[in-house]
């Protein structure tokens, strides 16, 4: 037990972001610029007369990339649009003579072709970057236009190094015996592999330098990188770096082509400083956005770092954690400067530096406490519907990125204890998460341990980790509203016109909405995450004053952009009348641009219904002005299918109209409107939002379902409908707005997952993929198949719950004429719909007879 608490307390802050969708912008795009290469080496490289290696961080390293004209447009851009914009320090290209490049820091070598091998381009690069910039810089790399250097990294190895003796840094090759003939090579000397990159410190470059012209004279081979070895060691004195771990930094994958096109979370990838070779120049900004993930990442786990810093100093202030944001520091200094909604606002001191412990939230009752999932070979947890299941995926690549972290974490001091741990597999674990702090994990994880120096030994070892992953605060991510450019069309940009005007119109962001407030219920929350959402809300308003459009004219087009309700029915009579009533107050009573289109089937059982439906579509349209029609398709004794009905009411729409596919049984209000525009993006997204489905009032509100037999409590549950609610001070929209407003409970209803009949698109996107798939008859399916197209179409699937659809209850009647797929899916939305897991639970218990019927017959059984 002892041994085994020794790591038991490792508990390690793992930063995580929480995201907050939302709104907004795109970058303008950068004009290239496209004057002609200057001829001053100090412009060149856009470094100041005055920077020197004293004074600038961008004087730390010069790195000269050699290209080739054929790919100064491809490879050479892509890497001066990622890494060599992070460098500490500068980067130039070298290529033959004649070479342009508008807007690189380009050196066209004069007497050098783009033939292979590069020796000369090679030696002579050296000689310009000693010439032009021997004393300006303490280290030079010479890089080809296929590697990936990581600045950072590259910053914190090489401040770890002597620059002012002979340096000569990279991965040391020697050739096989065999090859080492060839290569002209004594057995103790060596060269740097070129490929993933050769580091020289200012002194061997001094050294060399001035020589590569004899060297190029008295070449022995045609391999660049071994005679480039063989001048710095005659020279300067100095091999390359006998060192192992210089494969793992400076790293090269001998996959050709296919090298870093695949998952780049891997131990390799996450510790190299270069990665060699990146054939297709895309993958470099693949590769460069994974890094700037990484990083982000590490900033976040430092930002939450000092925060608990903070958070613990005060506390040994005696200060309170509430104050922490007011505090201030002697001489008058705020702790704090900015406060929330302004610019640098740092976040919630109270939730950020809460310190790493099990129990940062503390549950006000029961009911409250965070349960943990077990997790072994599945995962069995008591809240889910499924207790045993399958590891979510999800789940399992947060496991992985946990424990590749805490083993980072665990081999950091490996190298001066002269052993290595590595992870061998996830006994077992807990984990839960804690909705305003983040995830937690126990884990019970098998190791093998490997001491190299000293009394070499292995042996499996079993350790816990207790580890947290913290939220940080919150960001924004910022979407254009309106109309993006169409994909194969010229650009929305140029046909507007807004490209000749040179850039994109910036336009007031007035997030004053009203409709805003049925969004979150914020009295519903808790005070810490009520700050937290409502900062993220604060930084929407205030740091994000300017929304940028495509450049149409109108303030926000998509605000009220028309969209079309297509609404299938076949009888149901009552149901329809209520739907139109909804409809009736949030759209025909208002200005809202909605058109509903009724496609409407004779139900073989309620025939009466079809005349009265088409009464009620005619009361409406004499009511209220031929604008606001709603139109109607008569379908008559057709066999209904719901594929087929939505697709007689989408032959109403022209090609760019907005469709909404709903039922009647859903209740909408103006948030649903606002979001269907929002969320539609032509030739870009579709919205299936996940509705809140109620459950059967009966059971929500009956005493069987609600308690034991006999209990004395009062389970008069509400509904959760603001009939009662105050409308004094409310506009009428929003009363409007709360009327067709249900509670979220989970003793109310459920968000629907497994339904997909509710969505909207546009209708050049619903066709472009093909539309419904009409041999399907009756109702679902269709939609789940239409679903299943979108996923692998190039349009984006926008899904997520939204409050402001209620699929109001009706007890279902499944057909057993339906086919057999269908008629199992009935069932279960029947049963889902009935009841939560803890009314069918005190109905079980209260009638333990529905689980252990009493059988008289079982002697005679038995
Ligand atoms: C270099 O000079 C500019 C003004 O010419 C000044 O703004 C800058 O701070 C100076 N940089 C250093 C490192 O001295
Ligand atoms: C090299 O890359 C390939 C493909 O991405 C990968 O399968 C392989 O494991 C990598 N090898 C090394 C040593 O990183
Ligand atoms: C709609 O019709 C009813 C009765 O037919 C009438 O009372 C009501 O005022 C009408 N509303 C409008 C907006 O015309
Ligand atoms: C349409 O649905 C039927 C029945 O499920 C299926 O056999 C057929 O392959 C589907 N057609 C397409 C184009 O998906
Ligand atoms: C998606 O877009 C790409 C590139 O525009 C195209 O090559 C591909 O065929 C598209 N795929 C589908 C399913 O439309």
């Known amino acids: 037990m002892a041994r085994r608490g020794k790591w038991a307390g490792l508990v390690v802050g793992l930063a995580l972001g929480l995201a907050l969708g939302a709104l907004l912008r795109r970058g303008g795009r950068a004009p290239a610029p496209c004057r002609p290469a200057p001829l001053d080496p100090l412009a060149l490289l856009q470094l100041a007369p005055n920077e020197t290696r004293d004074n600038s961080r961008r004087a730390l390293v010069l790195v000269g990339v050699m290209t080739a004209a054929q790919y100064l447009d491809t490879r050479a851009r892509a890497v001066h649009e990622t890494w060599a914009r992070d460098l500490p320090g500068r980067l130039a290209f070298f290529s033959s003579e004649g070479s342009r490049a508008p807007g690189l820091p380009l050196v066209a070598l004069r007497g050098v072709d783009d033939s292979y091998p590069p020796q000369k381009k090679s030696f002579l ?59 002209a090579l004594a057995p103790d000397e060596n060269f740097c592999m070129g490929g993933p990159g050769v580091l020289l410190s200012r002194a061997a470059l001094a050294a060399a330098a001035p020589h590569v012209r004899y060297c190029l004279q008295h070449l022995l081979t045609s391999h660049e990188d071994v005679e480039l070895g063989r001048c710095v060691a005659r020279f300067a004195g100095v091999a390359c770096t006998w060192s192992y771990d210089m494969q793992t930094i400076l790293h090269h994958n001998s996959s050709g082509a296919a090298a870093y096109t695949g998952r780049l979370k891997r131990r390799e990838v996450h510790r190299a400083i270069t990665l060699h070779p990146v054939k297709d120049h895309r993958y ?109 995926l999800p789940l399992k690549e947060a496991l992985d990125d946990v424990i590749r972290e805490v083993m980072e974490i665990i081999n950091q001091p490996s190298r001066q204890r002269g052993r290595v741990i590595d992870f061998n597999e996830l006994l077992y674990g807990y984990t839960r ?58 650009s929305y940009l140029e046909s507007t016109g807004a490209a000749s005007r040179g850039d994109v119109d910036y336009e007031d962001f007035d997030e004053s909405n ?44 998509i605000y009220d952009r028309r969209i079309n ?119 870009y997204q579709v919205y299936f939002p996940i509705v809140f489905s109620e459950y059967n009032p009966d059971v929500v509100n009956g005493e069987d379902y609600n308690k034991f037999k006999g209990d004395n409590v009062n389970t008069k549950t509400d509904l959760g409908r603001y009939d009662n609610i105050p409308t004094e001070g409310k506009t009428e929209r929003e009363v409007t707005n709360l009327k067709y407003t249900k509670r979220i409970h989970d003793d109310f209803g459920y968000f629907r997952q497994y339904g997909f009949g509710i969505l909207s698109i546009y209708k ?38 939204d409050d402001s659809l209620v699929h109001i209850f009706h007890s279902v009647d499944c057909d057993k004429s339906l086919e057999a797929s269908q008629y199992t899916m009935c069932l279960g939305t029947k049963a889902s719909t009935y009841g939560s897991d803890k009314h069918m639970a005190y109905y079980m218990l209260n009638h333990p007879d529905v689980l252990w019927p009493p059988t008289e017959d079982k002697k005679g059984a038995s």
């Not at 201030?328 to 929330?340: Q, S």
């Not at 490997?450 to 292995?458: F, L, W």
């Open 125 to 183: 690069m050296l000689l310009h970057m000693y010439e032009q910039y021997g004393d300006r810089f303490e280290w030079f790399m010479r890089a080809d236009d296929d590697v990936y250097v990581r600045g950072d990294r590259l910053e914190a190895f090489l401040r770890g190094v002597d620059s002012r003796k002979p340096q000569f840094i990279g991965q040391a090759g020697r050739g096989t015996a065999a090859e080492r003939d060839a290569l």
């Open 764 to 801: 050049s996107d619903f066709e472009s993929v093909g539309g419904f798939n009409l041999t399907i008859k009756g109702w679902g399916m269709e939609d789940v198949q239409l679903f299943e197209t979108l996923i692998k179409s190039n349009l984006t699937v926008f899904r997520i719950a």
């Open 433 to 490: 998460l804690d909705a305003l702090h983040g995830a937690d994990h126990v884990l019970d994880l098998l190791l093998q341990y490997r001491r190299y120096r000293g009394r070499k030994m292995t042996a499996a070892v079993r350790r816990h980790a207790y580890l947290q992953q913290s939220f940080t605060g919150m960001d924004i991510r910022e979407l254009p509203l309106g109309d993006p450019p169409s994909p194969n069309g010229d």
């Open 565 to 683: 309700f297509i609404l299938p029915l076949a009888g149901r009579l009552d149901i329809f009348i209520r739907f139109m009533k909804n409809y009736e107050d949030v759209v025909l009573k208002t200005d809202e641009a909605v058109t509903l289109i009724v496609v409407l089937y004779l139900d073989g059982k309620n025939p009466i219904d079809y005349k009265r439906s088409e009464n009620l579509i005619d009361y409406y349209n004499d009511n209220y002005s031929s604008d606001k029609k709603v139109k109607a398709v008569k379908m008559g004794s057709t066999t209904f299918s719901r594929g087929a009905a939505l697709t007689e009411g989408i032959k109403l729409c022209e090609p760019e109209d907005l469709m909404f596919f709903v039922d009647v049984d859903m209740m909408f209000n103006f948030d649903t409107l606002r979001r269907i525009r929002i969320n539609t993006i032509k030739y």
């Open 514 to 557: 009203k409709e805003q407030n049925g969004f979150l219920d914020l009295n519903n929350i808790n005070k810490p995450l009520k700050e937290a959402w409502e900062s993220g809300l604060m930084k929407l308003q205030n740091n994000l004053p300017k929304a940028l459009t495509w450049g149409a004219d109108k303030e926000y087009p």
């Open 284 to 392: 470099m900004y693949r590769l460069h956005s994974y890094f700037k993930n990484l990083r982000i990442q590490e900033l976040r786990e430092q930002s939450v770092q000092l925060h608990r810093d903070i958070s613990s100093s005060l506390k040994a202030l005696g200060v309170a954690s509430d104050q922490a944001q007011g505090y201030t520091l002697p001489g008058g200094l705020p702790l704090f400067p900015a406060k929330i909604g302004q610019a640098g606002y740092l976040g919630d001191n109270e939730i950020l530096g809460a310190p790493v412990e099990l129990d940062r939230y503390k549950p006000a009752d029961f009911g409250d406490v965070v349960l943990y999932d077990f997790v072994s070979k599945s995962i069995y947890s008591t809240t889910h519907q499924n207790p045993k299941r399958k590891i979510e």
